[in-house]
């Protein structure tokens, strides 16, 4: 089993939408977890990060499950600018501080 | 702020030339890492500085892979003798002191290798 897994998609979804991604992670002892964006031939930048408790930043909502193991990321009202491929990043603490990257979902916000 | 800088932004070689990639981190982050994504391939790591403490090479692919860090900020990764293989975007990344796990990363524009 990969590390961190995601579904590659693509999601292909009309204006407004709402869209949910989900990422699981198969090490327990994981800590941190933050969602990327990468726009096509551009590098990966900050999302935001999940918290234990979930966090919104407006139209994006993160979840943490813990005992599931995976983290999910919901985008609400869809705009043709949230196209672009989410990676999910998981780390933990101890040693050397490596995150592992998820392959990343494909969306497609069409109009 | 100056984010972190990456050169050259496209490089292409012959295989089996050396190539040297050079990354620019965030001033006053201490940890640096390299990554390398292939297309429509996820991220992969390569190589991680942190301060002063030796790097963790854990995921440099083979011995033709190596990486300095001088002054505890620019970063060199050089490729020897280059395989088509090595042919990706080489991403450099740096994050603030912190505790590690918490720390977001800034990455730089990436360098596209091309070896013919």
């Known amino acids: 089993r990969k590390e961190v897994e995601q579904d590659p998609g693509p999601f292909n979804v009309p204006e407004g939408a709402t869209v949910a991604f989900n990422c699981t992670y198969s090490?327990?002892?994981?800590?941190?977890f933050f969602w990327y964006r990468q726009d096509c031939r551009k590098e990966p930048k900050l999302l935001m990060s999940?918290?234990?408790s979930g966090n919104e930043d407006g139209r994006f909502t993160a979840q943490l499950n813990r005992a599931s193991q995976y983290i999910s990321l919901l985008i609400r009202d869809s705009k043709l600018s949230d196209s672009a491929t989410y990676l999910c990043?998981?780390?933990?603490?101890?040693?050397?501080?490596?995150?592992?990257f998820g392959r990343g979902t494909s969306l497609i916000v069409h109009p | 702020g100056a984010g972190v800088s990456q050169s050259p932004s496209n490089k292409v070689t012959e295989k089996g030339k050396d190539v040297e990639l050079r990354c620019d981190p965030i001033?006053?982050?201490?940890?640096l890492y390299w990554y390398r994504q292939s297309l429509g391939q996820g991220l992969e790591f390569l190589i991680y500085?942190?301060?002063?403490?030796?790097?963790?090479k854990s995921g440099l692919p083979s011995d033709r892979f190596s990486a300095e860090r001088t002054g505890g900020s620019v970063s060199t990764l050089t490729i020897q003798r280059t395989q088509q293989e090595d042919s990706a975007v080489y991403l450099c990344?740096?994050?603030?002191?912190?505790?590690?796990?918490?720390?977001?990363?800034?990455f730089g524009p990436g360098t596209r290798l091309t070896v013919l």
């Open positions: 990344a740096s994050s603030s002191p912190g505790t590690g796990p918490s720390d977001t990363q800034y």
């Open positions: 090490n327990s002892a994981s800590q941190s």
């Open positions: 999940v918290y234990s």
């Open positions: 990043v998981v780390g933990r603490s101890g040693g050397s501080y490596i995150p592992t």
């Open positions: 001033s006053g982050h201490t940890a």
């Open positions: 500085f942190q301060g002063n403490s030796a790097p963790d």
